[in-house]
């Protein structure tokens, strides 16, 4: 995982050479920012600043300078700046012997947890033609703050993502039918009770009356007649189409020992209808009839100006308004699921005679890890297929810190569906937890219909440096990575708030509300805090000993730590 660094340089005097010619450079012309130095993504970084004093450079002297960071055990070099006197041919940065100059360099440096004990330094190779002179290498800057890597250790409690059921008790249904009347006439015919979409209704109705698990809600009814004729005259051929269809309906009812609302109303003119069996039919002018639609609005003259089209009208005539002569029945019923009791019930039973939906579903019930996989096991043994059991058995396993049984089952789970948005989201989740930042962003970018997708992105952003981003990715969590982003943030309240509600708080939540109270200069809060923290998770006494947040209260940490 790379992290990120941050410089700042103190006073001190540099001479270039034994010889007094070259003069000296001394530290408190260049400035750091920021200070302290700080890791952010994995980096060391740092902008430093620095005035050449007149009469400084040299005519012709080349000065190289590399900023190198000094740890027990090993030292890193960042990318060199050379600068060059007047009379230096070359393609180094020139500075005027008798004005100076000011200069910006950036430093980067990849960081390990040894740099926590650090200085920075900068090197020197001044050289006149091919001759250089030995310069010791002057400190600048001191200690990294690796708050930002406590990212890596947070992340080890986010959430896994569990792959939803889509169980729903109650689920809305409707079964449609059609009455067709002739031209004019309002009487039901026997040949349109033997329709397949009225056996359909009927059947229906019957299931109904028979099953406990559906219910009938209303039924409605809507007549039409088509829009030819008179107003008048349809309007009352309409209500008639309604009362004679709604009559076959009660029976239909009565005959099944059914009661419910039926629901009536008809239309006079039905050009809606009219309009959409034009738009859908291969009627050769139907851009005309559709037009005159559209331009009267009127329906008398409508109707009228369609007539004057007697091609077309004998097309509408044969065509669509043998449709519009009509009658629809809609029974409206739900369908109503296994209760909650049913489930559990029926999975101690014989779970083979549930859904995967109502396995998943069930699983959620359960209020102990244990019970969960139970339910999950049985889930891909009856539903091998399923991706969603799989991942939610790895989620179980990566919450009790299983990564071995995890990445099993997520390897199964992926293998079935490559999209699973649950699957890709642990994964990286376990991708960020070895500070694996490409592999965890690669694989979150197909996780984000997961229910944690936004904790692992806020993980993610916290692992890069992107500390704002990632407190309002957190914004809604209440986890150390959470907490994490908002002190990095600066946003104290909030990190203090997210503290407070975490629900199982653990060693590394009482190490940041440490470092909030030291940031906050809360002597008594750094103590108890870090107290709580040790006696949890005896290791990190020996992170707080080199902790630069707490170097304000060296005489506090001297004191928990029994020093």
Avoid at 140 to 162: F, H, K, P, R, S
Avoid at 256 to 281: H, P
Avoid at 434 to 446: P, V
């Amino acid at each position: 995982m790379k992290k990120t660094l941050i410089f700042s340089l103190v006073a001190g005097t540099v001479v270039l050479s034994a010889c007094s010619k070259f003069g000296p450079l001394s530290a408190d012309n260049v400035t750091v920012t920021p200070t302290p130095l700080e890791v952010a993504g994995g980096e060391v970084s740092a902008t430093i600043s620095a005035t050449f004093p007149q009469k400084y450079m040299k005519k012709k002297v080349t000065l190289e300078v590399t900023p190198v960071l000094k740890y027990e055990g090993g030292e890193v070099t960042s990318e060199s700046t050379t600068f060059q006197g007047e009379k230096v041919q070359g393609n180094a940065t020139t500075v005027s012997y008798a004005v100076g100059g000011n200069y910006t360099m950036r430093a980067t440096f990849p960081y390990t947890s040894a740099m926590q004990k650090s200085d920075l330094y900068l090197r020197l190779d001044p050289r006149k033609g091919s001759k250089h002179y030995k310069v010791p290498d002057v400190k600048v800057g001191y200690g990294v703050i690796a708050t930002g890597e406590l990212a890596q250790a947070t992340v080890q409690t986010a959430n896994a993502a569990t792959a939803p059921d889509a169980y729903q008790r109650i689920i809305r249904e409707k079964q449609e039918a059609q009455i067709k009347y002739l031209v004019n006439q309002a009487n039901v015919r026997a040949s349109e009770l033997n329709t397949n979409s009225i056996k359909d209704f009927v059947k229906i109705l019957k299931e109904i009356s028979a099953n406990q698990a559906l219910q009938l809600k209303n039924i409605e009814v809507s007549a039409y007649a088509s829009p030819e004729g008179r107003f008048d005259f349809n309007e009352k051929l309409a209500e008639k189409r309604q009362n004679s269809s709604s009559e076959y309906v009660n029976k239909q009812l009565k005959d099944n020992k059914l009661r419910t609302d039926v629901d009536t109303r008809y239309t006079a003119e039905d050009w809606e209808g009219f309009q959409q069996l034009v738009s859908e039919s291969n009627i050769q002018d139907k851009e005309v009839i559709l037009r005159v639609l559209s331009m009267y609005k009127d329906p008398a003259e409508r109707e009228q100006q369609i007539r004057n089209m007697s091609v077309v009208y004998d097309e509408l005539a044969e065509a669509v308004l043998p449709e519009l002569r009509r009658a629809r029945l809609i029974a409206n019923y739900e369908v109503i699921g296994r209760s909650d009791t049913e489930i559990v019930q029926q999975f101690q039973q014989d779970a083979s005679k549930l859904s995967i939906e109502e396995i998943l579903y069930g699983a959620a019930l359960q209020r102990t890890p244990e019970q969960k996989k139970t339910w999950y096991e049985r889930a891909t043994q009856l539903f091998p297929n399923d991706a969603r059991a799989y991942n939610n058995l790895a989620s179980l396993a990566m919450n009790a810190g299983n990564e071995a049984t995890a990445q099993s089952f997520l390897q199964k789970a992926r293998s079935i569906d490559p999209n699973n948005a649950a699957a890709a989201t642990n994964q990286a989740l376990i991708a960020l937890a070895h500070g694996h930042i490409e592999e965890a962003e690669a694989a979150l970018a197909k996780g984000g219909s997961a229910d944690t997708y936004n904790e692992v992105l806020g993980n993610l952003n916290l692992a890069k440096g992107n500390y704002a981003a990632a407190a309002a990715n957190l914004a809604d969590s209440y986890t150390n990575s959470a907490a994490l982003a908002h002190i990095l943030n600066k946003d104290y309240a909030a990190a203090a708030a997210t503290l407070a509600g975490i629900d199982v708080p653990d060693a590394y939540t009482a190490y940041l509300s440490a470092i909030l109270a030291a940031r906050q200069s809360d002597a008594d809060g750094v103590v108890s805090h870090l107290q709580d923290a040790i006696r949890q998770d005896a290791t990190l006494a020996k992170r707080a000993a080199n902790d630069l947040e707490f170097v304000q209260f060296a005489a506090q940490i001297a004191q928990v730590l029994g020093q």
